[in-house]
């Protein structure tokens, strides 16, 4: 079992009133109220912010693995080069 921490820090947030109506509504159909809705969206955005940094641990086996599918040989895949070099519908 984790530790447990206790709420003790606050965050003030200023908005718009018409922004806070979009929260209220949004924390609502959440069955949220929107302290609740920010916090949860907040942790999400901040997770996948940082997703990018995070340290990856693998078992030795599996580092093995991974090591070895990075060290392949290039292969030569024609219909990817093909593709790659063709103008993109949208150009």
Same mark, same amino acid.
């Given at each position: 079992m984790g530790i447990v921490e =206790?709420? $003790?820090?606050?965050?003030?947030?200023r908005? =718009?009133?018409s922004v806070k109506a979009l929260l209220q509504r949004a924390s609502a159909s959440a069955h949220k109220n929107v302290s609740e809705f920010l &916090?949860? +969206?907040?942790?999400?955005?901040?997770?996948n912010? &940082? +997703?990018d940094r995070r340290i990856i641990r693998l078992h030795d086996r599996r580092w093995k693995e991974f090591r070895n599918i990075l060290d392949r040989p290039v292969v030569n895949k024609l219909r990817l080069a093909r &593709?790659? $070099?063709e103008k $993109?519908?949208?150009e």
């Open positions: =206790t709420k $003790s820090e606050r965050i003030e947030v908005t =718009t009133p &916090l949860d +969206a907040g942790i999400e955005a901040a997770e912010a &940082l +997703a &593709l790659l $070099s $993109s519908m949208l």
